[in-house]
């Protein structure tokens, strides 16, 4: 999957209430999901470089919410 960093970018810095949204009442942390995002942008959004647990994080939370992203 090739990832788009300034949508990424975007949703990390500008829209946490819908991080927030997607992990409540999972047990997850939002700044878990940011710091997997944050780690991306770091690292030109290359995602083998993801452990395995933020592989999960990544595909539960930052996904679907870059896939229904407005442009």
């Known amino acids: 999957m ?3 960093l300034d ?5 990390i810095r500008n ?4 991080i927030e949204k997607s992990v409540a009442g999972t047990g997850y942390l939002p700044r878990t999901v940011i710091g997997v ?4 942008l770091d690292n030109e959004g290359n995602i083998d470089l993801l452990t ?5 994080t990544f595909e539960r939370f930052l996904k679907p ?3 229904t992203s407005p442009r």
């Open 37 to 40: 995002g944050t780690f991306l």
């Open 65 to 67: 919410l870059l896939e």
């Open 15 to 18: 829209r946490t209430d819908e």
């Open 2 to 4: 090739e990832l788009d």
């Open 52 to 56: 395995a647990k933020q592989q999960v």
């Open 7 to 11: 949508l990424l970018s975007n949703l």
